[in-house]
């Protein structure tokens, strides 16, 4: 690896970190958003839409694009997350032992990708 190469690999990553380590406050506006104005399904909707956009944004190769793309998918994730986890866990009575089986294909789905 190239001194070139590697610094703007951590660079990158140190990009990286700085948006996932502002993820877990965007997760809890995003429910408050869904809980007080737009409703979960709608968050989901629009959280989905917010991710694939800032998909499209992280393609153009300069470093605003790259600040803007991932910010606009922990954005996206911040109003998908919280509130598909809340739609999951409404599908089933507390107690009903299929709850922990949709907990669980939910779960891998979204690790897995």
């Known amino acids: 690896m190239t ?10 990553a140190l990009a ?5 380590a502002r993820a877990e406050p965007v997760d809890h506006d995003g429910g408050f958003v869904a809980d007080h104005w ?3 399904r709608r968050a989901v909707l629009f959280g ?3 991710m694939a ?6 393609t153009m190769h300069t470093l605003p694009a790259f600040y803007g793309g991932l910010t606009l998918i922990a954005v996206g994730t911040g109003l998908l ?5 809340a739609m999951v866990g409404r599908l089933y009575a507390p107690g009903d032992p299929r709850r922990d089986g949709a907990f669980t294909i939910f779960y891998m789905g979204i690790n897995i990708g």
């Open 3 to 12: 001194p070139a190469r590697s610094m703007a690999t951590s660079g990158a």
């Open 16 to 20: 990286v970190l700085r948006v996932v």
């Open 38 to 40: 737009i409703g979960a």
């Open 48 to 50: 989905g839409i917010i």
């Open 53 to 58: 956009l800032g998909q499209f944004v992280l």
């Open 81 to 85: 997350k919280p509130n598909i986890s």
